[in-house]
């Protein structure tokens, strides 16, 4: 067997393997040393290849596509820096739990750390940050390397997904030459070397038996969601919560807050019901059930710190510790769907509930109050541009939200609503940066995808929307335009230093129209909220890439949140004060 | 003391001891943890700051800027995905030797991995790409962990400037609140808590005088020169090569090619040369002495590797490895400037030499042959626009070249001549990855500042342009567009798959003057050289960004230097089968 024949064989063994094991996407940047897998990659067929020149877009758009498809999505570039580039969205996918396989092509061990060109090293490049190592051997036909490189496809792909999902990163060595045979085809009939199937962590029908004890003792509960998008979780927890009495808190990246029916049992403007820190020993529960990551709601946080002997367990599929408020007197370590319909299971009558009935009140009044606010705002505002989004999407769309302000204007004006929409974010490290290549990378499979996101993190991540314009993608995206930090308004800092502007509210001054025409979309910065609306409509019948632009005003901006909450403590105090029902 | 005051003492004192020991410039990112450092930062009176948006472009220009003024630059930004966005300068920085000081803002230990918002595990962020790791303690008043913190920022300055330079790390975990007081000043009287002197590398005169007879008994030297940017080092090697007689192959980035007399001892066209590889036993050294990183030149590399019997001394005053041609015989670890100057003082009498003149001829001719071939090129072409640099650049400039084609095409091309003119490039790990940020910050404290990058390189980079735009810096940026990957044109897989055009030539299509636009610079597309002219010769007179753009085609490009090499190869041929001379 020649050299090209080593290579070809060895590699379609893995690419193969990898197809077997679900991977269906590969996102590819160009480059000299990674040569042979994207040759032969590009040559199977049953893998779609997504090429992205930008390395930090590519990882950040296949974490998108991953998170949008639920699947684990390959990534492949060249030797060097390229691979260094991948770094944020791989941090992200660690701790956001997404699945990534990632692929680098390297410099053999006679070409290492000799000041040859490209060449870094990339053993255990991402440190701690991906689930698995492997650095792979040079191809060679031997047997038991043909059964090392096909186990190792097939445990990349089952590590990367087995809870908490995750990146994995295995390190190509090649040799020149790097060119594959690929006539014939060399993916010939094969069969999966080792099959594997993956369990779900789920407690003993003791153990279930003492939780669901405790629960059915306390009639004051709360369910707390945070993000979490597993299918069947939705009816699992809805049907637990009633069960139970318990209101269910949930953040909109738990996916609660769409496709609901009157009735149900969903808590959506605890964010606004909680700010002003009043009352709480009426709004305090016996026991907190928790799912998901920590929601983003800063008062929701404040809320739990303040709360004196309360159960809180919290449920984590992923065996993890994700208690910030530390809070939790019991981890429990279930799937999340197997936990909740073994309770209800368990559970011996429905129990009607005065407290689940106030937290409805309060947050109907609430709701009314925050809506009403909001819709009064003539000037073009942060927090209306989330209300009206919750009006003019379509069914069936998916909402990606940057990181900083929308996430919070999310949480607070995203509410309940019975139309199909999925909500993102990368709410694992919260950055700013990637956020466009993620949307983009969701659009691929997404009906009909829309981004809010600030300017300073649109700028971040400008590079990618050359994917949207190179395949042609279909993506509507808001840009609130507040020229600067707008975040940084609500902290201490803010007016508290000389340099405050130059150092946190940095504003860039530029117009993004000629960003969007670059890249071949439609602009549109609204002047008023009819044209908003408009844009909107219009930009659901067009295809390709739509930006629409928000500009807002900072210092107006933490004005009307604050007569919001002003409002909102008022109508509370009233409600709690008066008839509490509880 | 109250938590305000030891936060500020302490950092006052870690801050102080930066300045101290010679960082003056601090390039911060927005962020909210890092607060504290950033408002002390904006205050000491000696610290320049430089406000980037975008921590991977961020890096990259402190980069750019610690080449530049060849002193240690210190880096801040926040905790969480932007630190990792620095990866890609760090290891570039690593290998390229360049001074960096990274500080990191991080959650303290109480909301380390229990799933706080932006919080990743920082501890070691960049393995081994970094010189230096400290996890710095939390701000507190203890005497000795004041000395432990001034002492930690004198360190970290004294080991990312000693040889071989390199970026170091130093992770700050705060608590709230995390503004200091800055009224009255933090940074009262202080005096520098230890100062530290750095030796050189040198050798025992015995081993300096066992080199130099190894040197004199042979009259077939060449000395090669790679990347090196050291003040003296021109003149010590230019004596010891007439001493020697030995011709000096010298890389563009040695900086040996400008500012040089007549009679000097340059090769600067030994790529075109060595091309063809035909009579390689007449230019066949006996000796080879070798300083700085590896020449780009791969005619060259594939040269040295043929060569039998040759004596290969590799002098290098950072302690590398760098042979990857595997032909070095001998290590030296010793000062390049020292060694030089130690050669020369021992060396009894100055040879006359065939072997130097044979050289000088074959390259007289050969550059002749290049200028006329390429001068008469009429299309735009990429060789071209490096010779008509090469005379338009005005004295006391530094030009900035891309990775991928354009170091090649100014190694072919960019001739030995009498102006200043610094050339630089990011040859650690030679990615076309931050190349527009490098030079933008290189252009902070450069008179006339040129970049030369190719469209994809620009592309991945274009976030670089705003701090140009936003602290108002001169620079002109001359984009080779050929519409995508013009090297993989000169690469086997040319033409060999039908995926090409997409996994490696990769058009993007796009039309940067939005861009430019975007970012407020003057922006040309030129067609034709007289353009070209112009247009350089108002770049120089038009401060702010400016940004030419040189259409030309992959084609074509290859084809020209086809015929190019092959008309070097029929004079070399005659040259050396006629009277050789040697």
């Not at 679900?22 to 893998?47: F, N, Q, Y």
């Not at 009939?189 to 003791?206: F, H, I, M, P, Y």
């Not at 919290?314 to 408020?325: H, T």
């Amino acid at each position: 067997m020649n050299d090209q024949e080593k290579l070809t064989t060895y590699l379609a063994d893995f690419i193969q393997e990898l197809v077997f094991n679900g991977v269906k996407d590969v996102v590819i940047s160009p480059g000299s040393r990674s040569t042979p897998l994207a040759m032969m990659i590009a040559e199977h067929p049953e893998l779609t290849y997504h090429i992205n020149i930008d390395e930090r877009s590519a990882a950040f758009f296949a974490l998108g596509m991953a998170k949008q498809t639920r699947k684990p999505v390959a990534l492949l570039c060249t030797s060097g820096t390229a691979a260094a580039n991948y770094y944020p969205a791989i941090v992200e996918a660690k701790i956001s739990r997404v699945p990534l396989v990632v692929l680098t092509a390297d410099r053999p061990h006679e070409l290492r750390d000799i000041g040859a060109p490209q060449t870094i090293d990339q053993i255990n490049l991402y440190g701690k940050h991906v689930k698995w190592f492997v650095e792979m051997s040079i191809p060679d036909e031997n047997e038991e390397l043909h059964y090392f490189v096909r186990t190792t496809a097939a445990r990349a792909v089952n590590i990367s997904t087995q809870a908490p999902a995750g990146p994995v990163h295995l390190n190509f060595p090649f040799r020149e030459p790097l060119i594959p045979r690929l006539d014939p085809s060399p993916f010939g009939e094969a069969k999966q070397a080792v099959k594997s199937t993956q369990g779900k962590l789920s407690l003993s029908n003791g153990e279930m038996e003492r939780i669901c004890m405790e629960l059915e003792t306390h009639p004051k509960g709360l369910i707390l969601c945070g993000v979490l998008d597993e299918p069947g979780f939705k009816q699992a927890v809805l049907t637990l919560s009633n069960q139970l009495g318990y209101p269910i808190l949930a953040d909109p990246l738990s996916q609660l807050r769409s496709g609901l029916h009157s009735g149900d049992t969903i808590i959506d403007n605890y964010d606004s019901i909680l700010k002003d820190g009043k009352h709480e020993e009426k709004l305090s529960p016996e026991v907190v059930l928790r799912f998901g990551a920590m929601p983003v709601s800063k008062p929701l946080t404040l809320f739990l710190k303040k709360l004196k002997n309360v159960e809180h367990i919290i449920v984590d599929s992923g065996s993890g510790w994700r208690d910030p408020v530390k809070m939790g007197t019991q981890m429990v370590h279930m799937d999340e769907v197997l936990f909740c319909e073994g309770i209800s299971s368990l559970i011996k009558q429905e129990r009607t509930s005065k407290w689940l009935e106030m937290w409805q009140t309060l947050n109907d009044k609430t709701r009314q109050i925050v809506t009403q606010t909001i819709e009064d705002v003539q000037e073009l505002d942060e927090g209306r541009v989330v209300l009206e989004l919750t009006k003019l999407l379509p069914n069936d769309s998916t909402l990606f939200v940057g990181n900083s302000m929308p996430i919070r204007d999310v949480d607070s004006f995203f509410h309940t609503n019975q139309k199909n929409i999925r909500i993102m974010a990368n709410r694992g490290a919260n950055g700013i940066d990637g956020v466009v290549s993620s949307a983009v990378g969701a659009s691929v499979y997404a009906e009909n995808m829309f981004l809010i996101i600030g300017d300073l993190s649109f700028f971040h991540d400008l590079n990618g929307l050359l994917a949207a314009k190179m395949h042609h993608l279909n993506i509507t995206i808001i840009v609130i335009n507040n020229n600067g930090g707008g975040i940084f308004s609500f902290l201490p800092q803010a007016g508290s230093s000389k340099n405050f502007e130059n150092l946190f509210g940095t504003p860039i001054d530029i117009e993004f129209e000629y960003a969007v025409k670059m890249y071949g979309g439609n602009y549109k910065k609204v002047a008023n909220w009819d044209e908003f609306q408009t844009s909107i409509t219009r930009a659901v019948e067009t295809s390709g890439l739509n930006v629409i632009e928000v500009p807002t005003n900072r210092e107006t901006n933490v004005q009307i949140h604050r007569k919001m909450w002003n409002r909102v403590s008022q109508e509370k105090d009233q409600f709690l004060t008066g008839d509490s029902g509880c």
